[in-house]
């Protein structure tokens, strides 16, 4: 099973989904499952074979598309591709399952879903910056349909200003894009050619910002964030899911492997730049979560922090410290999908309320202890305790900080305690209430449904599995590390 | 002169004019006969097959010959927008016009006849005098089918057009006159020749500056784009849909040809720190003009037909940012783009008829709702809205993307920004029309309405949505498949 099969299965699945004939509601979720699955198989596939055979010719797709502009149809993998691709599949699953009681609409409902899934899917492969550009680019519409229609929060305008917000960044990264086309005389948009290419200084200089802004404003970089937490609020839980666990990371997959390799001397020249948006966006968005009301807003800012991890990862130019932004990308894409997926559908279709006061009124813990649980083994893994992914990822970036700029681990060390303080005081809130058990008896809730306890123990097995033995990730990862893209980047001081 | 071969040449227009005097005839005929005018249906059949004919008739056009003095030529790029501007008028022939607006069917269609066979001469010209009278031809026509429907709006919007057109017609012949005489000819090839035979004349470069503003006002670049809006909101749908697609692909095509083949010498440049003088920095400047004002002020519009307007000036815009690189491949982009332009914001318009025809209006809010009224027409808008603010996989994006490369490629030379100020403007201004194309598909898909007696749409209007729809669906998978064509035959002329 190629890689192709993760793209193929989800425009296929949209495709099958949106000829069904209406009100059936049990077959689009059926094939989304189906969709998801197939993709997620293929790309754990993908991954294993690349582990059994490191050496392997890798696979990829060539033909050509455009040849008055030297556009090819190029699609191809990398070890962090593919482990980004599993990512994905991952949160898709688990995104299906969590979405297994819309009953509003529910063929267009799945159909955006898996377009989201296939363009992100797409960013992933493309070897060819035109075609990363339109996978880039086919999820912003769903995102806006998708948050627009089945939304909760002031819907409407979480839906437009996170569309805004990302079409703006596209514009930036167009712009970026065919300034490196042209600098490389206007003959081919193949990655690695444009990246093989030495760009005068001067040009490095101002373009890099530009490619490297489009890209940063979708994976949340301070002080372009703020569409994040109102989108992520306003969306159903299905596309909280995953636009924090897969749709940001498109951001950073971009910032790390186009941006990055395109203009290396434009990223060192501005790299103390990131490192510092990056910390301060750390920080920023762990006091806005500390003092927020709504659950679902402090995991919104607890993703702005901890997206921020990410391009402090990359900023370092280390080894360690951008294995642990891709690793933080993973365990984040894992982690927010589970948190949200919990405080969206599992306690939210129950309580009817997200407000951190009222949900202590439930008594959740006795209530509904399976998702008290959870979101407790949830909450770990984003604290970054040892045994979740989030400690290896944190850990490594820090170790990459240490290398190379030891003076911002301070920084760093108040950004995680005071993750600590948010993640332990919504759980505290919202799951395990100080109050008189005796004074008013709780209400009774339903309990959770097959659905929602496999999605939640697959992502939270994945994150321990990660967190216990992250060798095969790793692996991948450095795959990835070791191309000829980022000889330039991670072989400086 | 070789007769037969000349007739061979013309056999598309006298297809035309032909159909048309039949037409005309028919409806003349049945008229006294029954004292009733012709059935639409009927008109449209016999304009449909007209078309098609003439399309035929296309491949019976020798190749590459000219007549004396450039006044016709069949080179591959007239040849190739001669059968675009043939579907594009086929499509406009397609949307029936509301039957209380045209009370004579037989009429109008003769007169959207008459405009296409204006619009195939304007494509087949290296001749300026020639151009100019064909370009009258279509205008007159277009001027009196914008009125057609004899509603005061109607009036307002072709009395606007007329006024207008009139003053950029007449600078268009100034600026002729001054070419001419400077440069002593009035065909491409021999001004091209007298232009880099020695300095530039100066008074022959103002010529030409008049000459772009009466096709800027054709192309409805802003600010000679005041006509615009009050015509597309009032004029008939079908008549819209010829102004807005067919005779703006006419439009760029005669700038490309211009520009490119004849006042190559003159080009100037609008890359940063290196500007000069010439129509590459007034395109520049009237291209960064367009984009703003457009996209601007349709953020602020209430009702669709006036917001394609202004979408129609903002996409002017994108067009001479390609022009205005004075590369060939850009050029070849241009006119893909505007062929997707065209399909796209035709098939908005017929949408928009359509939605008129069920709740009378085209405000906003008559869109609410319509994905639970009728779930194709919705998709179908959201193809051409897209497609229109350059969202992929649509055809609307690759030809912009295509533009904007091949414009940065020619115009930087290491390290230099070249046209990056242009270019980043159009990114940035694609980017925010986004918003008002969205305001449209927010009424349709996520809004709800009130329910309303569904209207059947007849078949040829279903056909108007269903052939744009698939074609900007296709040329978006596939753009080489029109962008190709289009940019060999460019090159080929050019040579």
Redesign the interface.
Known sequence: MTPAWTLISAFAGALLVLLLPARSAGMARIIALLASLTGAVAAAAACLAKLQHPDALAWSFDR??????GIQFHLAANGLSLSLLLLTGLVAVAGVLFSWNVTHRPRPFFAFFLTIIGGVYGVFLSRDA?LL???Y??V??PK??LI??WGSTNR?YGA?KL??YS??S???I??GL??A???A??TS?DLDYLASVK??P??QS?AFPILFLGFGVLAGMWPFHTWAPTGHVAAPTAASMLLAGVVMKLGAYGALCVAMPLFPQGFVEWRLVIAGLAVVGIIYGALTALTQKDLKFVIGYSSVSHMGFILLGMATATHWGVRGGVLQMISHGIVAGLLFGIAGRVVYERTHTRDLTALGAFDLWRTLPGAAFAFTLATAASMGMPGFSGFVAELSVGIGVWQSDPWLIGPVAVGIIVTGAFSLRAMHRAFFPVRDAAAQAAPILPPLTWPEISAIALLISVSVAIGVYPLPWVTLIDDGLNSPLFHSILSLP | MNYSALFLQLLPEAVLVITALVLLGVAVATEAKTRRPIAMELAIAISSVGIVGACAALNFCPTHVQSASSLLVTDPLARVFKAVVLGLGLLAVLLPPARREITQPGEFHALVLFALTGLLLTVGTDHLLFLFVALELASLSLYLLAGFSRSPKAAEAALKYFLFGGVSAAFFLFGLSLIYGFCHALTLPAIAAALTAGPLPPYAVVGLLMVIVGLAFKLAAAPFHYWAPDVYQGAPATSVALIAAASKAVGAVVLVRLLLMGFGAAAGSASWGLMQPGWSLWLGVLAAVSMVFGNVLALAQTSVRRLLAYSAVANTGYLLVALSSNGAVAAGAALFYVVVYGLATFGALALTAAVERERGDDSLGAFAGLVHRSPLQAVALMIFLTSLAGVPPLAGFAGKFVMFGAAMAKSTTHGTPGLTWLVGLAAIMSAISLYYYLMVLKQAFVREAAEVAPVELSTSHRLALLIPAVLLVALGLFPALLLSPLTRALLATME
Do not use: C, D, H, K
């Not at chain 1, 050509?64 to 502009?69: A, D, F, K």
């Open positions: 050509p598309w455009i040849p008055e502009l035109f550009f339109v996978f680019e086919i912003i519409l806006y349909m627009a229609i409407e437009m569309t805004m079409i703006g596209s514009a930036l167009l712009i065919v300034v086309y042209a600098a005389g206007g948009f760009y005068a001067s040009l101002w």
